[in-house]
């Protein structure tokens, strides 16, 4: 997509009355060539999850963040709007659409107003996931959320962060171990996000490896590319950041061989996701089949299995496997290699690689294959392309029910402006910062 392309980029439209949001999304991968007997998209739901962006502040500074030079001048959106928004996403993708509470670290928010954005989205019908940085989701924050509806807490770390105490990446899983501390015993589902760059991708066996550990807690682990967007100033990338390499880095720490394109999510340059068993430190690997992939995509479109609890799971299947023979003749077999693999009771634990794009490069087909939305005040728009051009909404005025004139994004008051002008650039991106790289104990070509 050109620059002119870009800028004139709008969100989706809402949903017609009566248009089933499962059609259109396989309409949308038909249309980009991504639809085929592995394709989830369209299939298993409508949407992979939508971004509520609920602040554009934040207590790190990132050297690959996203949010744009003008995000920490920018209020918080008024509780009201949040809420429209909430209808909104409901209103496009129906019930049990996975909506990721984030920002910006939605732990800024005033807490009685974070407490009661996640009760929102749950009594929408919807599934609230908090993504943070997890330096205020405190165990206290996290029960009173997942009491309210709650079911996952997504923790981002990574050395893009620049924590300190912390060299690398392995330096870290004690922070994730202390992370995992708070959210245990809550009902929350477990994640963790780690951006991958040049100066981390030798480290990335060191986090699988952690993950693999930690499977009786954690159920997924998803590694973001770095990518030119935003505020970044980190290096540009020395071509080695790709999602074959980091798919490579997470089987040698994981120890086993891992099937990273089955079933696909969205477009195959973007998404490429893997499930596995782990059984007393073994890594089984579950999508090693594809025509059993495809089987078992074909009669279990409907189910969300990554929301059932293991026996529930398996119950669900077992039933289609005595009402189906066919079903069960391609099951069974690989099933059985599954189970003989298992060394005692196993835990689910999934690996998630995305690519985002450069703002700079975006590609249409991909754009319109997106699978990552973000809800803004006009709709819901590719997150590759909301972070291309996030001026362009976090800087939109808005009307407000109730409210004479509209509201300013730079005071949080009323005003007669319907647009904004000369934003200010905050401390965070006023330091005149020079381009970094990431210093490497030993690089990625060195360990292959």
């Known amino acids: 997509m050109g620059a002119a392309e870009i800028a004139a980029a709008r969100p989706y439209p809402p949903r017609e009355a009566g248009d089933d949001p499962l059609q259109l999304a396989r309409q949308r991968m038909a249309a980009t060539g991504q639809w085929h007997p592995l394709q989830s998209m369209g299939r298993r739901w409508a949407i992979g999850c939508v971004a509520l962006e609920i602040t554009q502040r934040c207590n790190l500074d990132c050297t690959l963040c996203y949010l744009s030079d003008h995000s920490e001048a920018v209020k918080d959106i008024p509780l009201a709007e949040v809420l ?3 209808d909104a996403i409901a209103a496009q993708y129906g019930p049990g659409t996975e909506v990721q509470v984030t920002g910006g670290d939605p732990t800024l928010r005033a807490r009685d107003e974070l407490v009661a954005i996640v009760r929102y989205v749950a009594e929408a019908g919807l599934y609230p996931n908090l993504f943070t940085n997890g330096i205020k989701a405190t165990r206290d924050l996290l029960r009173d959320l997942a009491r309210v509806g709650l079911r996952d807490v997504a923790f981002h770390i990574d050395t893009t962060q620049n924590r300190k105490g912390f060299a690398d990446e392995n330096a870290l899983n004690a922070l994730r171990a202390e992370y995992i501390a708070r959210a245990r015993g809550l009902g929350l589902r477990i994640l963790f996000n780690t951006t991958v760059h040049d100066g981390n991708l030798a480290e990335i066996p060191d986090v699988a490896r952690f993950m693999v550990a930690q499977a009786a807690d954690v159920s997924l682990a998803s590694f973001q590319l770095q990518a030119a967007t935003g505020r970044g100033v980190a290096g540009g990338s020395e071509g080695l950041v790709n999602s074959t390499n980091v798919a490579r880095q997470i089987q040698r720490g994981a120890g086993a061989r891992i099937s990273f394109d089955t079933p696909f999510a969205g477009h195959g340059d973007c998404n490429r996701h893997a ?11 579950l999508y090693d089949d594809k025509p059993v992939m495809a089987a078992i995509m074909a009669h279990t479109a409907e189910m969300k299995f990554e929301r059932m609890p293991a026996w529930r799971a398996a ?19 690989w099933g059985l290699r599954k189970l003989a693999a298992l060394r005692g009771r196993p835990h689910r634990l999934a690996f998630f690689i995305h690519d985002f794009m450069d703002a700079g490069a ?10 990552f939305m973000v809800q803004t005040a006009d709709g819901p728009i590719s997150m590759c392309l909301h972070n291309a051009k996030r001026d362009d909404f976090i800087l939109q005025p808005l009307a407000l029910p109730g409210q004479a004139g509209m509201w300013n994004p730079l005071t949080g008051q009323a005003s007669t402006e319907t647009r904004v002008t000369n934003p200010a650039i905050t401390a965070k991106t006023a330091k005149g910062r020079v381009r970094v790289t990431h210093v490497r104990k030993a690089s990625w070509k060195e360990q292959s």
């Open 275 to 285: 499930l596995t068993l782990v059984s007393r430190g073994r890594v089984v690997d």
């Open 362 to 371: 975006l590609d249409r087909c991909r754009i319109e294959a997106c699978v």
């Open 84 to 86: 429209s928004r909430v």
């Open 315 to 333: 119950a669900a299947i077992g039933w289609r496997l005595l009402t189906r023979p066919a079903f069960a003749r391609a099951m069974l077999p």
